[in-house]
Nanobody, 124 residues
Framework: QVQLVESGGGLVQPGESLRLSCVASGRTFSSYTMGWFRQVPGKEREFVASMRRWSGVTNYGNSVKGRFTISRDNAKNTMYLQMNSLKPEDTAVYYC?????????????????WGQGTQVTVSS
């Protein structure tokens, strides 16, 4: 079992920044591919970013490229999502997730553990 706990969400104005954190349980965090997704009511969960285990290769959804940065600190079992130049359309619940051993990591079905989510609201 892996537990994931997100934090850092909140209400910000357009153009501002937020950093989300995700703390994972377990001793093998470095061996996990990790991802961030977001969801608004009535819509499918949307891929935001992922970071591959071992290589650290990152991938981003088109709507956040150039504005969001995913990173991790394996010593702290923590993953981050730095969100800059936030827009109202970034408003969603953001979820941290642990990837399965293989798969298309832009697809939620390739993840086997999820956090409870943290709300991000961008509004003036």
């Amino acid at each position: 079992q892996v537990q994931l706990v997100e934090s850092g969400g909140g209400l910000v104005q357009p153009g501002e920044s937020l950093r989300l954190s995700c703390v994972a349980s377990g001793r093998t965090f470095s061996s996990y591919t990790m991802g961030w997704f977001r969801q608004v009511p009535g819509k499918e969960r949307e891929f935001v970013a992922s970071m591959r285990r071992w290589s650290g290769v990152t991938n981003y959804g088109n709507s956040v490229k150039g504005r969001f940065t995913i990173s991790r600190d394996n010593a702290k079992n923590t993953m981050y999502l730095q969100m800059n130049s936030l827009k109202p359309e970034d408003t969603a619940v953001y979820y941290c997730s642990k990837g399965s051993t293989s798969g298309d990591y832009t697809n939620p079905s390739s993840y086997d553990y999820w956090g409870q989510g943290t709300q991000v609201t961008v509004s003036s």
